[in-house]
């Protein structure tokens, strides 16, 4: 169980920064636009990379669970 939220925490995280990173840099791209574009609000950014992090979460411990309730030789012989 705790490998497969491993690996899907780790892709949130990698990800999170990724697009972290292009929202910021795209803001300052924006800037010099003609129209109105504010500075990002860290507080908003912390809130939405919290709320991803609960989502993934809880999306990958649903097929975690059900893999590790699995009889290995049942899952075995349907194979």
Known sequence: MRLIVTKGAGLTVIGR?????VALT???????????????NAAIIAFVAILICLATVL?????????????????????
Not at 17 to 21: C, D, E, L, R
Not at 59 to 79: G, I, K, S, Y
């Open 17 to 21: 920064a990724v697009g972290t990173i």
């Open 26 to 40: 795209a803001t300052t791209a924006l800037r010099n636009l003609p129209i109105t574009v504010r500075p990002p």
């Open 59 to 79: 999306a990958c411990l649903t097929p975690a669970r059900r893999a590790a309730n699995a009889d290995p030789m049942r899952v075995l012989r349907n194979e």
